[in-house]
């Protein structure tokens, strides 16, 4: 006996409604993690109260100092950078250019169709590194040194009583 499969396909099938939409936070990440290592970049400015939040607080916020227009295929990015003292801003905004195309590009399939980018300060590595340093780094750091100096007064405390306990002739009788 033979049996015959019939594939029962419908040529009235029909595209479900509704549309794919990105909100401006999901763009900016996009366009934060694609910026984080190009050469001659130092960081984005992510404008006074956002500084100052940082200077507050340690904070990898990816998208402080990315505006975005997003519409239903484009995009239109804004950054405010600071670049390495030495490099070329020319090569640096090139760069931007490329990888935020790709990265929107491969991520959301929106197309970017305008990039403005204002160098807002130049600096050198160290300058920009001193500047990362937060209260909280601080008072970090200052937890830890007391912390250190008062291990090392307990040490010594402890290293005097036992060679006093092991020494008869500092004992008191």
């Known amino acids: 006996m033979v049996t015959e499969n019939k594939n029962s396909q419908r040529s009235d099938v029909?595209?479900?409604k509704g549309?794919?939409?990105?909100?401006?936070?999901?763009i900016q990440k996009v366009i934060g993690y694609a910026i984080e290592n190009v050469p001659g970049l130092l960081?984005?400015?992510g404008g006074f109260m956002a500084n100052i939040k940082n200077k507050i607080v340690n904070s990898d916020n990816p998208v402080d100092g990315i505006s975005v227009e997003v519409g239903k295929e484009q995009v239109a990015v804004d950054l405010n950078v600071i670049m390495a003292y030495g490099n070329n801003a020319h090569d640096i905004y090139k760069t931007l250019?490329?990888?935020i195309t790709k990265q929107l590009t491969e991520i959301t399939s929106?197309?970017?169709v305008e990039l403005n980018v204002e160098v807002i300060d130049i600096?050198?590595?160290?300058?920009f590194d001193a500047d990362q340093v937060s209260l909280q780094d601080r008072v970090t750091d200052a937890g830890n040194t007391i912390k250190e100096k008062t291990t090392d007064g307990v040490n010594t405390v402890k290293e005097t009583?036992?060679?006093a306990k092991n020494d008869e002739d500092v004992r008191v009788v």
């Open 43 to 45: 960081g984005v400015d």
């Open 123 to 127: 600096q050198t590595k160290s300058e």
């Open 19 to 26: 549309e794919l939409t990105f909100n401006d936070k999901v």
């Open 97 to 99: 250019t490329e990888v």
């Open 110 to 112: 929106l197309e970017l």
């Open 161 to 163: 009583a036992s060679k």
């Open 14 to 16: 029909t595209t479900p």
